[in-house]
C-alpha cells in the first residue's frame, strides 16, 4: 500500500528501484502464503484425491491386499460382477428404500418440531432440548440400544405395544419389518439436528413480514405458506441433500443391528463395500462397487444442483 | 378470546410433553435400567416401573463397577480421548492455517486450488474407505493411531468455515500490524487466531463428535483389543453371549456422559456447529 503512494509520487527514474521492491516482497509473500495452505494441500492430496483416482484404478485389478504381487489387471470383470451380483443389486434397492423412507420422514419432523419450540413458551428450551437429546448419542450407541428396545420376545417396543393392545411384532428378526425399524429410529436420532437448523432459519425471517401479513389479514396457513416456507426454501434444499447424502452411506445401524439380515433385507451398499473389501479383503471387487456407489453419489448432487438451480429462477 | 387462547396454550404443552416422551423414553430405559439387574430389568419391562430408578440397594452401582472391571471401557475411553484430542490440536492448526492462506493471501492459481478444495467436500468418506485403507496398510500404520489421525486431520469443511470467518474480520488491524513490521505468522498467532477463538472452538466441538462417534474406520485400523477405540470397545461388550442387559446398559450410558458434558457446557458453540453445518455451500 504504502510503497504503491510512493510509486506514484517518486520521480521517473527511481521508480524501477520501487518497482524491484515490490517484486521482491511478493515473492516473499507468495512464499509465506504457500507455506501457509501447504499442509493442508498436503494431506487432502495423500489422503482424499489419490485414494479417490485408486478406486477407479483398484477396480480394473484383481487384488487381495495381503497379496499385493499378485495383482492383476483384469479389464471390466469387476464391472461384469457387480451388475450380476444379487446380493449388491438387492443392497442398491434396500438403499434406495431406506433413502426415499427416511428422508421424507426425518425433514418433515425435523420441520414439524422447528415450527414447535419456535415459540416463546415456558420451558421451551426444556422441549428444545429434549427433541435434539437423540442426537447426542452415537450411531453405536442407538443401534445397541433400540436392537435390544426392539428385542421381539421381552423387548420394551412390544411390551409397550401390548400394554395398548396390540400383538407383539417381530420387528428385525422379520425381513419386510426389519427395513422400517432402521428408518424409524435412524428419522429419531436424526430429526433434533435439523431441527436446529430450521430453528435458526425461523428465526432468520423477519417478525416485521408476519406483522404486515397479519395487518393485511393473512391467516396463519397463508402466512405459512407464503412467508415461512419461502423464508426456509435454501436450509431446506441443502438439508435435503444433506440427509440423502446421508442416507445412502446408511452403514452402522445395519452392521450393528442386523448383520444385513434377514435375508439381506437390510444389506446396504456401503455395508456391502466393507463386507467385500475389507473382511474378505477382496480390494478389486470392492473397488468396483465403490465405483458405482461414488457415480450413485454423483448423479443425486447433478440432480439435487438442478433442482437448486431451477427454484432459485 | 382468553379462554380460547388459554386452551391453546394447553394444548400445545400437551402436544410438547407427548412428543418430548416420544424422543426421550429410549433414553431414560437406558438409564434407569443400568442400575438394575436382569431379572429386574426384565419383570419392570411390562409396567412404568421400567422407567423409574430402583430402590437404593447395595447392588445399586454393580453393572458399572462390573462393566469397568471385566472389560476395557475405561482404557479404551482413554484411547478415544487421547487420538481425539491429537486430531483436534493438528486438525485446528492445518485447517486454520489453510483458511486465513485462502482468506488472505493471493498467489497465482489459489482461486482454483480453493475451488477443487470446495468439490472435495462432496466426497464421502464411505467412498474412499477402501483405497485409503490400501494406503494406509501400505504406509504400515495398521494397529496404529497414526492410521486414525492423519488422514483425517485435513477437512476440506473446516477449511472452507475458517476462510468465511477470516474473510469476515477487519483487515485495517492486518494492514497496521503490517506496517509494524510483523510478518504472516506473528500476525496470524497474536492477532487472527485470538479474535477468531469462538470459531476455533466450534470446530474442536464437530471435530470432537465427529471423531467420537467414528465407528467404522477404527474397525477397519485397529484390532489390538488395548487400542480400541470406545464405539469399538461398545460393539464387543454387545456382541459377548449372553447378552447381560444391565452392563449393556451401563456402558451405554457411560459412553454418552462425556458427549452429554460437552453438550451441556458449550451448548452456544456446538449448535452453532450445527448451524454452521447448514450453511454449507
Redesign the interface.
Known amino acids: 500500500m504504502s510503497l504503491q503512494i510512493i510509486f506514484t509520487i517518486a520521480p521517473l527514474k527511481e521508480r524501477w528501484i520501487i518497482i524491484k521492491i515490490m517484486k521482491k516482497n511478493r515473492i516473499k509473500a507468495n512464499a509465506v502464503s504457500i507455506s501457509f495452505v501447504l499442509p493442508a494441500i498436503i494431506l487432502l492430496f495423500t489422503f482424499m484425491i489419490i485414494p479417490f483416482a485408486l478406486s477407479f484404478y483398484y477396480s480394473f485389478m484383481d487384488y487381495n491386499i495381503l497379496k499385493p504381487n499378485a495383482m492383476s489387471f483384469v479389464g471390466l470383470d469387476n464391472f461384469k460382477k457387480v451388475f450380476t451380483d444379487t446380493i449388491f443389486i438387492k443392497s442398491i434397492y434396500n438403499t434406495f428404500r431406506f433413502t426415499i423412507l427416511v428422508v421424507p420422514l426425518q425433514l418433515g419432523a425435523a420441520l414439524g418440531l422447528a415450527l414447535l419450540v419456535n415459540k416463546k413458551l415456558k420451558g421451551i428450551k426444556l422441549f428444545r432440548l429434549a427433541f435434539f437429546a437423540p442426537t447426542v448419542l452415537s450411531l453405536v450407541v442407538i443401534s445397541i440400544l433400540w436392537t435390544i428396545i426392539y428385542n421381539p420376545n421381552n423387548g420394551l417396543l412390544n411390551s409397550i405395544l401390548n400394554s395398548i393392545g396390540i400383538a407383539s411384532q417381530p420387528f428385525l428378526s422379520d425381513p419386510t419389518q426389519a427395513m422400517y425399524c432402521i428408518v424409524f429410529l435412524s428419522a429419531w436420532q436424526g430429526a433434533g439436528f435439523q431441527m436446529m437448523i430450521f430453528l435458526a432459519g425461523l428465526q432468520d425471517i423477519p417478525t416485521y413480514l408476519y406483522e404486515a401479513a397479519e395487518v393485511d389479514g393473512a391467516s396463519k396457513v397463508q402466512q405459512f405458506f407464503n412467508i415461512t416456507l419461502p423464508g426456509l426454501k435454501n436450509i431446506s434444499v441443502l438439508l435435503f441433500l444433506t440427509i440423502t447424502i446421508g442416507a445412502v452411506q446408511l452403514l452402522v445401524q445395519p452392521m450393528m443391528m442386523t448383520q444385513g439380515g434377514p435375508l439381506n433385507s437390510t444389506v446396504t451398499i456401503v455395508y456391502e463395500i466393507y463386507q467385500t473389501g475389507y473382511k474378505y479383503r477382496n480390494m478389486g471387487y470392492g473397488s468396483a462397487m465403490t465405483v458405482v456407489f461414488t457415480a450413485i453419489i454423483l448423479v443425486i448432487v447433478l440432480i439435487q444442483n438442478k433442482l437448486m438451480v431451477s427454484k432459485e429462477d | 378470546m382468553s379462554i380460547k387462547k388459554q386452551n391453546n396454550?394447553f394444548i400445545?404443552?400437551i402436544?410438547?410433553i407427548l412428543?418430548?416422551a416420544f424422543?426421550?423414553f429410549?433414553?431414560i430405559?437406558?438409564v434407569v435400567s443400568s442400575f438394575k439387574n436382569d431379572p429386574q430389568i426384565?419383570s419392570d419391562?411390562?409396567s412404568i416401573k421400567?422407567f423409574m430408578l430402583p430402590a437404593f440397594n447395595d447392588n445399586y452401582f454393580y453393572n458399572y463397577s462390573d462393566c469397568l472391571k471385566q472389560l476395557p471401557i475405561l482404557k479404551s475411553m482413554l484411547n478415544s480421548f487421547f487420538y481425539i484430542g491429537v486430531i483436534i490440536i493438528c486438525s485446528l492448526i492445518?485447517?486454520s492455517?489453510?483458511g486465513?492462506?485462502?482468506a488472505r493471501?493471493?498467489?497465482p492459481g489459489?482461486k482454483i486450488?480453493f475451488t477443487i478444495?470446495l468439490a472435495?467436500m462432496?466426497?464421502?468418506a464411505?467412498?474412499?474407505?477402501?483405497?485409503?485403507?490400501?494406503?494406509v496398510?501400505?504406509l504400515g500404520w495398521i494397529n496404529s493411531y497414526l492410521g486414525l489421525i492423519?488422514?483425517?486431520?485435513?477437512n476440506?469443511f473446516y477449511?472452507f468455515l475458517f476462510r468465511q470467518t477470516f474473510l469476515g474480520l477487519p483487515k485495517e488491524i492486518e494492514?497496521a500490524a503490517k506496517?509494524d513490521g510483523a510478518?504472516?505468522?506473528t500476525i496470524?498467532v497474536k492477532l487472527i487466531m485470538p479474535l477468531a477463538k469462538p470459531i476455533y472452538a466450534t470446530v474442536a466441538i464437530m471435530i470432537f463428535v465427529a471423531t467420537?462417534?467414528d465407528?467404522?474406520w477404527p474397525v477397519?485400523v485397529i484390532s489390538d483389543p488395548s487400542k480400541q477405540t470406545i464405539?469399538m470397545a461398545?460393539?464387543s461388550l454387545?456382541s459377548i453371549q449372553p447378552?447381560n442387559?444391565g452392563r449393556?446398559m451401563a456402558g451405554?450410558t457411560f459412553?454418552?456422559i462425556p458427549?452429554?458434558i460437552i453438550?451441556l457446557t458449550m451448548q452456544k458453540y456446538y449448535?452453532q456447529g450445527?448451524?454452521g453445518?447448514?450453511s454449507?455451500?
Not at chain 2, 464411505?126 to 494406503?135: A, G, N, V, W, Y
Not at chain 2, 492423519?150 to 485435513?154: G, H
Open positions: 396454550k400445545q404443552y402436544v410438547l412428543l418430548a424422543f426421550i429410549p433414553l430405559w437406558m426384565l419391562v411390562s421400567a492445518v485447517n492455517l489453510a486465513y492462506g485462502f493471501l493471493d498467489f489459489i486450488i478444495i472435495l462432496i466426497i464421502p464411505q467412498t474412499i474407505m477402501l483405497p485409503l485403507f490400501s494406503i496398510f501400505k492423519i488422514p483425517v486431520i485435513a476440506p477449511i494492514e506496517l510478518n504472516q505468522y496470524f467420537w462417534n465407528f467404522i477397519m464405539q461398545l460393539s454387545f447378552i442387559y449393556v451405554l459412553v454418552t458427549v452429554l453438550f449448535v450445527i448451524v453445518s447448514g454449507k455451500n
